[in-house]
Every structure is written in structure tokens, then in C-alpha cells.
């Protein structure tokens, strides 16, 4: 069992920028998948990038690309999202979720395990 825990959420104005951090415990991390997905009130959970085990792949979401960087430490069990250019838009619960096994998937039904979200907002 992985249990997630995210920290780094809070209030920011647009075009600020903020770092979410995902401390895994309980498992293996280098052998899981990791992904960041947000969710605003009224809207379903969508994914926003991911990466597999070594960092070297990853996925964002076409909208976020070149804003949001994902990135991971397997030394200190963690994965990061580095958050640019921020926008009112981008105000939702960040939650980071695991995936067992090798292949990186953008679909939020395919994570196994996930954190209990950070909040995340940009004012205007």
C-alpha cells in the first residue's frame, strides 16, 4: 500500500509561479508511475502530466506544456510539479496519484493509489 502526500498549494497571483511536492511512503517508488491531475469545482479530474519510473518519460496535457514541469527523486521518494505563468484557470485540488507498473497512462481511472490533494489558487 502507497499512501501519497502532497504539500506546496496555496494562493498565488497570476503569472506567479508554485512548486507541489508528492511524498510517497509505503512502497517501491522507483517502480511506480507518478502523475499530477487537478480538479475544479463543477469538473471532473484531469490529468496534467506524468512521468514513468526514471523521469525520463513524460506526458503533460497539451495545454500545460512548456508552463507545468513534472519531475521526480527516487532518493527522497518524491515527485514534484513545477508550476509557471500561473492563471486563474489553473485554480483546482492538485492530487498526485501512482500507478504500478511500467507504462505512463493519462487516464485518471488507471492510477492505483492518491493522495488527498492541495489546493491551488491563482487570483487575478
Known amino acids: 500500500q502507497v499512501q501519497l502526500v502532497e504539500s506546496g498549494g496555496g494562493l498565488v497571483q497570476a503569472g506567479g509561479s508554485l512548486r507541489l511536492s508528492c511524498a510517497a511512503s509505503?512502497?517501491?517508488?522507483?517502480?511506480?508511475?507518478m502523475g499530477w491531475f487537478r480538479q475544479a469545482p463543477g469538473n471532473e479530474r484531469g490529468f496534467v502530466a506524468a512521468?514513468?519510473?526514471?523521469?525520463?518519460?513524460?506526458y503533460y496535457t497539451d495545454s500545460l506544456k512548456g508552463r507545468f514541469t513534472i519531475s521526480r527523486d527516487n532518493a527522497k521518494n518524491t515527485v514534484y510539479l513545477q508550476m509557471s505563468s500561473l492563471e486563474p484557470g489553473d485554480t483546482a485540488v492538485y492530487y498526485c496519484?501512482?500507478?504500478?507498473?511500467?507504462?505512463?497512462?493519462?487516464?485518471?481511472?488507471?492510477?492505483?493509489?492518491w493522495g488527498q490533494g492541495t489546493q491551488v489558487t491563482v487570483s487575478s
Open positions: 512521468l514513468g519510473w526514471s523521469g525520463d518519460t513524460t
Open positions: 496519484a501512482a500507478r504500478r507498473g511500467a507504462v505512463v497512462r493519462t487516464s485518471y481511472s488507471e492510477y492505483d493509489y
Open positions: 509505503g512502497g517501491t517508488f522507483s517502480s511506480y508511475v
